[in-house]
T-cell receptor
Framework: RKEVEQDPGPFNVPEGATVAFNCTYS??????FFWYRQDCRKEPKLLMS???SGNEDGRFTAQLNRASQYISLLIRDSKLSDSATYLC????????????FGTGTSLTVIP | DAGVTQSPTHLIKTRGQQVTLRCSPK?????VSWYQQALGQGPQFIFQ???????QRGNFPDRFSGHQFPNYSSELNVNALLLGDSALYLC??????????????FGQGTRLTVV
């Protein structure tokens, strides 16, 4: 079983739409959680960390449900510049920080 | 702060050859992890180095080996290259232990093509 599972999409949405990505993780000892963004042929870059209480950064909202081992990312008012692959990342850090990635969800925002 | 640097950026090798990729972590970081990212896939964990030792390893054959130097920089070596080794190889820099959540910082990657 993979450490992190994501719906690969692709998601094709019009500008201004709201889109949600989901992710599940298998290791209940996972300690911290992130969403990374990866543009075509570039390296992944941190979009936001995900906290147990949920957190928001502008148009982006991340949620964590430890009981269900589930992470989500909501993007409101999608912009063309949001087109990218979004990677769910879990830090299984009980012996030191170690990061596992989902396969990524592809988003294309259409004019 | 130069961030995470990787070299070379692109490489073409022939089947059966050997390759060495290099990574310098972000200043202040002590841990380097290597990932393989095939086209259309998420990064797959190869291994992690800390204190010049391999601490964790993903599901990769022994053809993949590495090294970490006293200055925390790292090398990834792949022997007996196969066509399927063609991928983007990413180096991630982090702290092995930290208070609270910590992120991994990535280099721009080395794109390896095996022909």
């Amino acid at each position: 079983r993979k450490e992190v599972e994501q719906d690969p999409g692709p998601f094709n949405v019009p500008e201004g739409a709201t889109v949600a990505f989901n992710c599940t993780y298998s290791n209940s000892a996972s300690q911290s959680f992130f969403w990374y963004r990866q543009d075509c042929r570039k390296e992944p870059k941190l979009l936001m960390s995900v906290y147990s209480s949920g957190n928001e950064d502008g148009r982006f909202t991340a949620q964590l449900n430890r009981a269900s081992q589930y992470i989500s990312l909501l993007i409101r008012d999608s912009k063309l510049s949001d087109s990218a692959t979004y990677l769910c990342v879990v830090n299984i850090g009980y012996t030191g920080n170690q990061f596992y990635f989902g396969t990524g969800t592809s988003l294309t925002v259409i004019p | 702060d130069a961030g995470v640097t990787q070299s070379p950026t692109h490489l073409i090798k022939t089947r059966g050859q050997q390759v060495t990729l290099r990574c310098s972590p972000k200043s202040g970081h002590d841990t380097v992890s290597w990932y393989q990212q095939a086209l259309g896939q998420g990064p797959q964990f190869i291994f992690q180095y800390y204190e010049e030792e391999e601490r964790q390893r993903g599901n990769f054959p022994d053809r993949f080996s590495g090294h970490q130097f006293p200055n925390y920089s790292s090398e990834l070596n792949v022997n007996a290259l196969l066509l399927g080794d063609s991928a983007l190889y990413l180096c991630a820099s982090s702290l092995i232990f930290s208070q609270g959540a910590t992120e991994a910082f990535f280099g721009q990657g080395t794109r390896l093509t095996v022909v």
